[in-house]
C-alpha cells in the first residue's frame, strides 16, 4: 500500500489482512476492518 508515493504496509502484510477480514466471523468482520483503518491511519500520521 502506497500513500504519497511512500510504502507504508508491504504487499505480504496487505494479503494478510486481506485474508483476515475475508475470514473472520461475519458478525466480527466490522470490528475487523475498523481496526485495520485505525492502524493504518495512525501509521501514516506518525511518519
Not at 468482520?29 to 493504518?40: A, G, Q
Not at 495512525?42 to 511518519?47: F, M, P, V
Given at each position: ?6 510504502q507504508?504496509?508491504?504487499d ?8 483476515m477480514i ?6 466480527e ?12 491511519s ?6
Open positions: 500500500m502506497i500513500i504519497d508515493g511512500r507504508i504496509i508491504s505480504s502484510a496487505l494479503v494478510a489482512i486481506t485474508l475475508a475470514e473472520s466471523r461475519p458478525e468482520k466490522e470490528t475487523m476492518v475498523k481496526l485495520v483503518m485505525n492502524f493504518l495512525k501509521q501514516n500520521t506518525h511518519d
